[in-house]
């Protein structure tokens, strides 16, 4: 049974800087890695568990393979929250959401 996919306030801001950021190099790029990334989140609609377990409690990740992006997200009953998008080479202050 699918879940519902809530993107967290922190969430959806992050997948735009994301793309804004890689489009001043490379604007194909950026379109293709947010593409992905959605798509990645939208797995989690039929498999909410698929990440890993988090460093925090109640926080799952899941690595977007051959990138150095990984979902945050929780999941609570019948919807996926996605809290960020979070690079490898960030200061590690994961969660807020």
């Known amino acids: 049974m699918p879940v519902e996919i809530v993107w967290s306030p922190l ?3 992050r997948l735009r800087e994301i793309h804004a950021f890689v489009a001043l190099d490379k604007p ?3 379109r293709h890695l947010a593409t992905r990334i959605v798509a ?3 797995t989690l609609r039929m498999h909410p568990h698929l990440g890993r377990v988090g460093a925090e409690p109640g926080i799952r990740e899941l690595v977007i393979g051959g990138t150095p992006y990984s979902i945050l997200y ?3 009953g019948q ?3 996605i809290s960020t998008i979070w690079h490898g080479a960030q ?3 994961r969660v807020q959401a």
Do not use: G, L, T
């Open 11 to 13: 969430a959806r801001p």
């Open 28 to 30: 194909e790029a950026a």
């Open 40 to 42: 990645v989140v939208e």
């Open 74 to 76: 929780r999941v609570r």
């Open 79 to 81: 919807r996926v929250i």
């Open 91 to 93: 200061e590690d202050k």
